[in-house]
T-cell receptor
Framework: DADVTQTPRNRITKTGKRIMLECSQTKGHDRMYWYRQDPGLGLRLIYYSFDVKDINKGEISDGYSVSRQAQAKFSLSLESAIPNQTALYFC?????????????FGSGTRLTVV | KQEVTQIPAALSVPEGENLVLNCSFTDSAIYNLQWFRQDPGKGLTSLLLIQSSQREQTSGRLNASLDKSSGRSTLYIAASQPGDSATYLCAVDTGGFKTIFGAGTRLFVKA
């Protein structure tokens, strides 16, 4: 099993629909992140969580919400999807400061809003 | 504001060539720098992480260097192979929650 699992892998949805992207990790790390990737751009941070009770907005949180159901689970919701939210979404985790501080990413969810 | 730039955006080389990918950043106050590989439609795979106190890291045919004073990192790939074809991204960690990603260099290694 992958260290970070995202579901679904691909999703097409209509404008105005609510959609949830799910993420689970088996690394045992506290820190989890949601990023968005658009063609030609670097990844941009949507939300991040340092533990179950700590959730923070990233640079592009408008139109998104998250839920940290457990240490291993972090889901991203689009409350009312719009076409410019069409992108590749990544969930990631990372360990505490030190040698394990690098990111581990999921395989991504390709979301298309029509 | 930290900015991370990767030039060129795309690179094509013949198999067997040694090559260097570049990453530049505007603020030298970084915590670490990480290089990733991304295959089309896939997630990012971590290749190397260099702490701010380090000058380089090596893994197999890959060697990453870090020069904070000049705001540069390079990823050296020795004896390139078609399987190395992918997009390579660098990411700078500025501490706290902030990580700035470059847009990546798309590498194509021709057989």
């Amino acid at each position: 099993d992958a260290d970070v699992t995202q579901t679904p892998r691909n999703r097409i949805t209509k404008t105005g629909k609510r959609i949830m992207l799910e993420c689970s990790q088996t690394k045992g790390h506290d820190r989890m992140y949601w990023y968005r990737q658009d063609p030609g751009l670097g990844l941009r941070l949507i939300y991040y969580s340092f533990d179950v009770k700590d959730i923070n907005k990233g640079e592009i949180s408008d139109g998104y919400s998250v839920s940290r159901q457990a240490q291993a689970k972090f889901s991203l919701s689009l409350e009312s999807a719009i076409p410019n939210q069409t992108a590749l979404y990544f969930c990631a985790t990372r360990g505490p400061t030190g040698t394990n501080y690098g990111y581990t990413f999921g395989s991504g969810t390709r979301l298309t809003v029509v | 504001k930290q900015e991370v730039t990767q030039i060129p955006a795309a690179l094509s080389v013949p198999e067997g060539e040694n090559l260097v990918l570049n990453c530049s950043f505007t603020d030298s106050a970084i915590y670490n720098l990480q290089w990733f590989r991304q295959d089309p439609g896939k997630g990012l795979t971590s290749l190397l992480l260099i702490q701010s106190s380090q000058r380089e890291q090596t893994s197999g045919r890959l060697n990453a260097s870090l020069d904070k004073s000049s705001g540069r990192s390079t990823l050296y790939i020795a004896a390139s192979q078609p399987g190395d074809s992918a997009t390579y991204l660098c990411a700078v960690d500025t501490g706290g929650f902030k990580t700035i990603f470059g847009a990546g260099t798309r590498l194509f290694v021709k057989a």
